[in-house]
């Protein structure tokens, strides 16, 4: 029996479901049903895409662990509350370490807020071009992909969430339009989702997960796979730290004209502007 993909709820998955969907990959019996499953995990969303009409997408990858900057404040405030009020505590290690994520997590909301800002704005320049054939898309999960989903809403536009049962963070949020909010069991399924109708790629700071997914569409366009597709990555402090790209070409693992495959910006402003190039207006 084939199952769809259904709606996701607002209470937490099961780690009985994530188990069963990991250990369909490696049961030879389980084989027949799990085809079932990805051919039903494609062809159920390519259906609702089409529905509506959906020709192109805007996609915004990021970390689920950035919080907004209001959220950031209040959990800074809360530890400087318990320093202040236990004396003997606020020597511990313990407390450093609560002051030290603290801050960090102040000093990340900044990506939160600027994907929140950029969304918008693409937002509001799709609606000026009467386009209502592109949508942006996010992971669906809290973060970055919160974020991007919430500034498109924020203006009263709709927007696309594709989850995956995974053992923690990825709840759907709220921002994402009820008809386009997709739980996914395959990320093999989730990631041809993202690809096959990008216009562009906006990759915030993150962790395994964000990584992937920048390598693997570095992949495909390198290996021509798929075509093109402008890929904007935000943060330089971050992107230039986590991966030396000049490094993989100077040891010749990729070629010199593998780094055009990219862009670094660090503002609303620049992304923005690069973005906008990708979409089309109708008028």
Not at 18 to 30: E, M, P, Q, R, V
Not at 168 to 194: D, L, V
Not at 236 to 249: D, E, G, M, T
């Given at each position: 029996?084939t199952?769809?993909i259904d709606?996701?709820?607002?209470?937490a998955?099961?780690p009985?479901?994530?188990?069963t969907?990991?250990?369909?990959?490696?049961?030879d019996?389980?084989?027949?049903?799990?085809?079932?499953r990805l051919?039903?995990?494609w062809l159920?969303?390519?259906k609702?895409?089409?529905k509506?009409n959906?020709?192109?997408?805007i996609?915004?990858?990021?970390s689920?662990?950035i919080e907004?900057?209001?959220k950031?404040?209040?959990?800074?405030?809360?530890?400087?509350?318990?320093s202040?009020s236990?004396t003997?505590?606020?020597?511990s290690e313990?407390?450093?370490q609560?002051?030290a994520?603290?801050?960090?997590?102040?000093?990340?909301?900044?990506?939160?807020?600027?994907a929140?800002?950029?969304?918008?704005?693409i937002?509001?320049?799709l609606?000026?071009?009467?386009?209502q054939?592109t949508?942006?898309v996010t992971?669906?999960?809290?973060?970055?992909?919160?974020?991007?989903n919430?500034?498109?809403?924020e203006i009263?536009?709709?927007?696309?969430?594709?989850?995956?049962?995974?053992?923690r963070?990825?709840?759907?949020?709220?921002y994402?339009?009820e008809?386009?909010?997709?739980n996914?069991?395959?990320f093999s399924m989730?990631?041809?989702?993202?690809?096959?109708?990008a216009?562009?790629?906006?990759?915030?700071p993150?962790g395994f997960?964000?990584?992937?997914?920048l390598m693997?569409?570095?992949?495909?366009?390198?290996?021509?796979?798929?075509?093109?597709?402008?890929?904007?990555l935000y943060?330089?402090k971050?992107?230039q730290?986590?991966?030396n790209?000049?490094?993989?070409?100077e040891q010749?693992?990729?070629?010199?004209e593998?780094?055009?495959?990219?862009?670094i910006?660090?503002?609303?402003?620049?992304?923005f502007?690069l973005?906008?190039?990708?979409?089309e207006?109708?008028n």
């Amino acid at each position: 029996m084939t199952d769809s993909i259904d709606k996701p709820s607002t209470s937490a998955i099961s780690p009985e479901s994530i188990a069963t969907s990991s250990k369909d990959l490696f049961n030879d019996a389980a084989d027949e049903a799990t085809a079932k499953r990805l051919a039903d995990e494609w062809l159920s969303v390519e259906k609702a895409f089409d529905k509506a009409n959906i020709l192109h997408t805007i996609v915004f990858f990021g970390s689920a662990r950035i919080e907004d900057k209001h959220k950031a404040e209040l959990i800074q405030e809360k530890v400087k509350l318990l320093s202040q009020s236990q004396t003997n505590l606020s020597k511990s290690e313990l407390l450093k370490q609560a002051k030290a994520s603290a801050e960090l997590t102040l000093k990340q909301s900044r990506y939160y807020e600027d994907a929140r800002q950029l969304a918008r704005l693409i937002g509001e320049h799709l609606y000026d071009c009467e386009n209502q054939t592109t949508k942006l898309v996010t992971g669906g999960g809290p973060g970055i992909m919160e974020a991007a989903n919430r500034g498109v809403a924020e203006i009263g536009q709709s927007s696309i969430g594709l989850n995956i049962i995974i053992p923690r963070e990825q709840i759907p949020n709220r921002y994402i339009s009820e008809e386009f909010s997709f739980n996914f069991r395959y990320f093999s399924m989730r990631k041809m989702h993202f690809l096959k109708r990008a216009k562009v790629i906006i990759v915030f700071p993150g962790g395994f997960g964000t990584l992937d997914e920048l390598m693997e569409v570095l992949t495909l366009i390198q290996t021509q796979k798929i075509p093109p597709i402008p890929i904007i990555l935000y943060g330089s402090k971050y992107w230039q730290k986590v991966i030396n790209f000049r490094f993989l070409a100077e040891q010749e693992y990729i070629d010199w004209e593998d780094l055009n495959l990219y862009q670094i910006v660090d503002s609303v402003k620049e992304a923005f502007r690069l973005a906008v190039h990708c979409i089309e207006c109708i008028n």
